[in-house]
């Protein structure tokens, strides 16, 4: 889907899906990528080697690319909406790519343009939307981090105390507030634990994050009990009227940002119903190892971030880090396999519904496991989008914008030089 709420009665309807995904061009490519430059399209010495480093020839061939992306970017960006603040498809999406670009490169530059768009961003914000990804939270968190980075303290924690003032509409029983990511609680709660991990973790205090916490999970609560499976599926949620599964709209995407270490959930409600809503969606999984988009839907069509394996994958890894049980491991492995096999999309090579996006979780096993094969995936991924434009896929509604286009793709390409150092923006902590 593009904008996700323009495109929300297609959505629920699932009729945007006549999209397919493109055959892996590297067909067994993985059984002889045992070795260092092991396959044979690829000059010697251009992918990851046999440590897992990524080649400098590789890093050079991505950093040139980058360049040349981000003028095409800038250049595009002139005629994008001046009204969109968001980080999913507006401003604040391309502030926060100049914020990565700098953690990496340590280019003064970078966080001069960041500060550009996210003052740009600040200036329009509507009070709607309390979310990281599409609401005020976006702007007004990266803003903070943006200030901190240059010792702006005032003006940083100015950005802090307006991003607590949302707090009162996500607490608010009466909100008519879903709890998934894009527009819900989930996404607020992003935005709190991604300003302490940035600015440090006395930022935000932990009694507001418990707040939201706990309203997330009261919220889940009574769906579950309404919906009378407490027994089955102690934390339910839905947007819309539907219970989506993928990382966008629906569980997977909620109990990733529960478990967070940050999230500080009490250990008995992570046992007895975090852990029990978790095993529920592993069973909704189809024999190939995808998942569904939502708890009523049969067919196994989706292999995004917003749904399908992509984004489940990211819940699975960590049910692992949490509860340390093998079989968290291995279908989050399955995930991958899916991912390789039918990962190339032709909505194009952005992060929610694109090749960019679902290559993060190859850099996210790999960041786990250590195994080079999840490196030597990504980075095969990377060389899809340095052809970025010529496989012929759709042009997104907003080509340029960090979630559904160019600046995506770059995020993705800065990081897969730097994998142990990588992070899905706005949602990996
Ligand atoms: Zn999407």
């Not at 360049?67 to 005629?79: N, W």
Request: a neutral charge; proline letters at 5%; charged letters at 25%.
């Amino acid at each position: 889907m593009g904008d996700h709420v323009s495109k929300r009665l297609k959505l629920s309807a699932e009729t945007d899906m006549e999209e397919r995904c493109f055959q892996n061009p590297y067909p067994d490519w993985d059984q002889r990528a045992a070795g260092p430059a092991a396959d044979p399209e690829a000059e010697p010495g251009e992918l990851p080697d046999a440590e897992g480093q990524v080649s400098a020839a590789f890093q050079r061939k991505v950093q040139s690319k980058v360049k040349d992306l981000l003028q095409q970017m800038e250049e595009g960006l002139k005629t994008a909406d001046p009204h969109d603040f968001s980080t999913y498809t507006g401003w604040t999406g391309i502030a926060l790519l100049y914020l990565q670009l700098h953690r990496v490169t340590h280019e003064a530059s970078h966080l001069q343009r960041a500060l550009d768009y996210v003052k740009r961003a600040m200036r329009i914000l509507n009070g709607r939307r309390v979310t990281f990804l599409c609401g005020d939270a976006g702007p007004l968190a990266v803003g903070a981090v943006v200030h901190h980075r240059l010792n702006n303290t005032a003006d940083s924690k100015e950005c802090l105390s307006r991003l607590l003032q949302l707090q009162r509409s996500v607490l608010s029983p009466d909100a008519e507030l879903p709890d998934e990511l894009l527009y819900g609680r989930a996404g607020y709660l992003y935005a709190l634990l991604y300003v302490n991990k940035e600015i440090g973790a006395d930022a935000v205090d932990q009694s507001t994050i418990t707040e939201v916490v706990t309203a997330i999970v009261e919220s889940g609560k009574n769906l579950s009990a309404e919906q009378k499976k407490a027994e089955r599926c102690p934390l339910l949620y839905e947007w819309h009227n539907k219970q989506y599964i993928g990382a966008a709209h629906g569980l997977a995407g909620v109990y990733y940002m529960l478990m967070q270490p940050a999230a500080q959930l009490p250990a008995d409600v992570l046992s007895e119903l975090l852990r029990p809503s978790i095993d529920y969606v592993r069973h909704k999984r189809f024999r190939s190892g995808n998942f569904p988009s939502s708890l009523s839907n049969e067919s196994d069509r989706l292999v995004h971030w917003c749904h399908g394996a992509p984004g489940v994958i990211h819940m699975l890894i960590m049910a692992y880090k949490v509860f340390k049980e093998d079989k968290y491991l291995k279908e989050a492995a399955d995930c991958a396999e899916v991912i390789w096999q039918r990962g190339l999309l032709r909505k194009g090579y952005g992060i929610c519904h694109g090749t960019a996006g679902n290559a993060y979780a190859f850099l996210s096993l790999y960041k786990l496991t250590q195994e080079k094969k999840h490196l030597y995936r990504a980075c095969k991924f990377a060389e899809w989008c340095l052809d970025y434009g010529t496989h012929g896929c759709r042009i997104p509604d907003r080509p340029y914008s960090l979630f559904e286009g160019m600046a995506g793709a770059i995020h993705f390409l800065s990081d897969v030089v730097k994998p142990e150092a990588s992070c899905f923006p706005a949602f990996e902590l």
